[in-house]
């Protein structure tokens, strides 16, 4: 029972994160339909809405991964996910070009004001509901309330509501990137800083900008984030934000209860907040050729055989064998990249790790407008400015944890959901953003790429572009 064979891997299969998912695929008028039923139900958030949303869900996977356009409900005999009240939704669509149900939810004055409410940063279904009752009809009518919320969230989000609401481009993500990396690169050359989200699962937008940082010797990733919010403070790009700390321990792993199972929280270091994205970052393409030179470590196995050529798939290297040159770029060991040198990198290490002890400054630094009150806030954002607020969430994971964490914040939130599910239904793993744990042998897997997780799965390997379920 516990070996699953993956070389059959079909359309029909139970799992979605077995049968991968791209952006584009040939049912969208049917998937775009469900979606919006998916999230009504969780919009409503009453107590058999969860399972109802994710019911939707599944099915729409079904459809995203149908390698043909939809034109009878009969084609979909035998899929598990597809019940019969997604059956009704579809026969409706594909009979008369539409579902009433669809229609009526779509047309629904509740679910537009629910949906305008919970666009802003820090609200979610209960807030949104208590402002319809308080008869609140725009964001204009709940900026006319004045302060109603002591969460800074709430406030900035809604003094920044239409900057925060356009979304975020594919040009701003690889220009703030860029400039984080230039930034890490002074503060700690050996790190690696990585886009994760729906921009590393190809998608031309998105509310925000996640980026996942770590640093190859484990331990020194400790005082990345906060040197860096500094850097980013002094180049004025800060606007507001919070930190969480580390609190991650290895029993963690473990806990399989349903509450941990379900929770989509992971124990990382992170700074959650809004940053200044000069108008540039929407035209500026001179950033590129820094981002070429930076630091990175190549994610994927694809990626790794475009560097060398030759590396084959189950060759992935262990952190160990990752190569570190003179001018301090990594590359992956094979006999086309840098010959390692040893002392070079010990070298490295010592300055960084000795450079991390002497300015662990608290992360407590004050940023130039973390105590703007909200009047300021509302003013500097109706100031003229050449910038946009962006939402931004950087982590930091320990090295060992790295790739579990790429899995986790590459997404999408569906896809997590899934293999989550099968690695505990299927194999008796469990799987986090911080690991993969035997619940048999009680002992964690690790892994030092992301082909290495799905291996541990038993999984085909799925490429980032694949994982949008
Ligand atoms: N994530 C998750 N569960 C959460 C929050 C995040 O699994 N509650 C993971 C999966 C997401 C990734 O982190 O894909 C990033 O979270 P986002 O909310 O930013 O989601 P996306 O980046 O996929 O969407 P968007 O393009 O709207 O930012
Ligand atoms: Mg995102």
Redesign the pocket.
């Known amino acids: 029972a516990y070996h699953v064979d993956t070389s059959n891997v079909s359309e029909v299969s139970d799992w979605a994160c077995k049968r991968g998912a791209t952006l584009t695929h040939c049912n969208e008028k049917f998937t775009e339909a469900l979606e919006l039923l998916q999230n009504h139900a969780e919009l409503r958030n009453e107590a058999s809405d969860y399972s109802r949303a994710l019911a939707f869900r599944r099915a729409s996977c079904v459809l995203k991964s149908l390698p043909f356009a939809l034109t009878d409900v009969q084609q979909l005999i035998g899929y598990k996910d597809i019940g019969e009240h997604v059956r009704k939704v579809l026969a409706d669509i594909l009979d008369y070009g539409s579902s009433p149900e669809v229609e009526e939810i779509r047309n629904s004055e509740w679910f537009h004001k629910m949906k305008l409410f919970t666009n802003v940063f820090g609200v979610g279904p209960a807030i949104a509901k208590s402002w319809i009752d308080k008869g609140w009809q725009s964001i204009a009518d709940v900026r006319l309330a004045g302060s109603i919320s002591k969460d800074w969230r709430i406030s900035w989000g809604l003094a920044f509501y239409e900057d925060l609401l356009t979304p975020v481009t594919v040009q701003e993500a690889e220009a703030f990137e860029t400039l984080i990396r230039t930034e890490m690169k002074k503060i700690s050359p050996l790190s690696i800083v990585t886009v ?3 921009f590393r ?1 190809g ?1 031309s937008n ?3 900008i ?1 980026i996942l940082m770590t640093h190859p010797d484990e331990g020194a990733e400790s005082n990345i984030l906060s040197k860096l919010m500094g850097a980013l403070n002094k180049c004025d790009l800060v606007l507001k934000g919070y930190f969480t700390k580390n609190t991650f321990s290895s029993e963690m792993l473990s806990d399989d209860s349903k509450k941990g199972l379900r929770s ?1 929280f992971d124990h990382f270091e992170k700074w959650i907040g809004i940053c200044k994205f000069p108008k540039s970052f929407q035209t500026d393409r001179k950033l590129q050729s820094v981002r070429d030179s930076s630091t990175t470590l190549p994610e994927s196995a694809q990626q790794l055989s475009h560097y060398s050529g030759t590396i084959q798939h189950q060759d992935v290297l262990p952190s160990e064998h990752v190569n570190i040159s003179a001018d301090n770029t990594m590359s992956p060991c094979s006999k086309h990249t840098f010959k390692t040198d040893d002392k070079q990198k010990s070298l490295t290490l010592k300055r960084e790790r000795t450079e991390m002890l002497e300015d662990s400054s608290p992360k407590s630094k004050r940023f130039k407008y973390e105590d703007l009150s909200e009047k300021e806030v509302i003013s500097l954002a109706n100031s003229d400015r050449n910038w946009t607020a962006r939402r931004v ?1 950087l982590i930091v994971s320990p090295y060992s944890q790295y790739y579990y964490a790429l899995v ?6 569906h896809f ?1 959901r899934d293999i989550r599910l099968y690695a505990q239904k299927v194999l008796g793993l469990r799987l986090t953003s911080h690991g993969l744990f035997d619940m048999k042998k009680g002992e964690a897997l690790p892994a030092s790429c992301e082909e290495e997780v799905f291996r541990h799965l038993q999984l085909p390997y799925r490429d980032p572009t694949e994982r949008n379920c």
């Open positions: 994760t989200g729906g699962r998608k998105g509310h925000d996640d989509h969430d986790g914040w590459t997404g999408s939130k997590n």
